[in-house]
C-alpha cells in the first residue's frame, strides 16, 4: 500500500474513531516522515498528512524536544507548502486552518527558529537573546491571526470554524491586531517558510 493511500485509511480511521490504528499508522508515519512529505503532490492528501503529523505532536509520540521541533517545523513546511502552491480555495483554506492549529498548539516550538531568522542570538547576552525570543514568540501569535484574516477574506466571510473562532476570540483578547502587524506577520510566515525549505535542501 502506497504512503498515499495509508494517510487516507488513516484518515478514515480518525473519522471512524479507531485510534489504536491510527496510532499504529502515525508510528510508521513518524519513522518516515520525510520520504513521506517530500514524496507528496496533492494538496488534500498534504493537508490530510499535516493533520497526521499534528496529532502525532498531541500524543506525544516523539522521543524528545528535538524530535518535536523537528515533527513542527516539518508540518509547518508541509502545510505552507500547500498555501504556497495551491490553488484550490477549499484546500488553501484548509491548509490555512491547519497551520493556525499547528500555530496555537505547537507555536513555541518554532520561536527559535523564528528567532534565527532574524537575529544572530551570538550577537547577544543571554538576557538579549531571551527579550528577542519574546518578541518572537509574540509574532507566532499574530501569524495565527494573519492566517485567520486570511481565510476570512478568501472566503469573503462565508468560512466559519468554532476552533479557529475560540483561537480568534483569545489571540484578540491579549494581542493588539494592528493591520501594520498583521501584515507583518504574513510577511513573517513567508520568510520563516523559505528559511525552513532552505535548510531542506542543504
Keep these: ?7 487516507k485509511e488513516c484518515n478514515n480511521f480518525r473519522q471512524l474513531g479507531l485510534q489504536s ?20 503532490h496533492d494538496a488534500e492528501v498534504s493537508n490530510m498528512f499535516t493533520l497526521c503529523l499534528i496529532q502525532i505532536l498531541q500524543l506525544d509520540m516523539c522521543e524528545d524536544e528535538e524530535e518535536e521541533i523537528d515533527v513542527c517545523k516539518l508540518a509547518y513546511f508541509n502545510v505552507s507548502n500547500v498555501i504556497s502552491t495551491c490553488e484550490n480555495e477549499s484546500s488553501k483554506i484548509e491548509a490555512y ?6 500555530l ?3 507555536g513555541e ?9 532574524f537575529y544572530n542570538e ?18 507566532i501569535k499574530k501569524m495565527q491571526l494573519s492566517d485567520i484574516y486570511t481565510i476570512d477574506d478568501i472566503s469573503e466571510g462565508k468560512y466559519s470554524d ?5 483561537i480568534s476570540n483569545s489571540l484578540e483578547e491579549n494581542i493588539t491586531n494592528d493591520p501594520e502587524e498583521i501584515q507583518k506577520a504574513a510577511l513573517m510566515h513567508n520568510i520563516l517558510y523559505a528559511y525552513i525549505k532552505a535548510g531542506y535542501k542543504k
Excluded at 22 to 39: A, W
Design 1 to 7: 500500500m502506497t504512503y498515499i493511500n495509508k494517510i
Design 109 to 117: 516550538l518554532l520561536t527559535d527558529g523564528l528567532v534565527n531568522v
Design 21 to 40: 490504528k491510527v496510532n499504529s499508522l502515525l508510528r510508521e508515519f513518524l519513522t518516515n516522515r520525510y520520504e513521506i512529505v517530500f514524496s507528496l
Design 97 to 102: 486552518k491547519y497551520r493556525t492549529i499547528l
Design 122 to 139: 551570538r550577537q547577544y547576552s543571554s538576557e538579549e537573546f531571551m527579550a528577542q525570543r519574546s518578541i518572537c514568540d509574540e509574532y
Design 162 to 166: 468554532g476552533l479557529l473562532n475560540d
Design 104 to 106: 496555537a498548539n505547537f
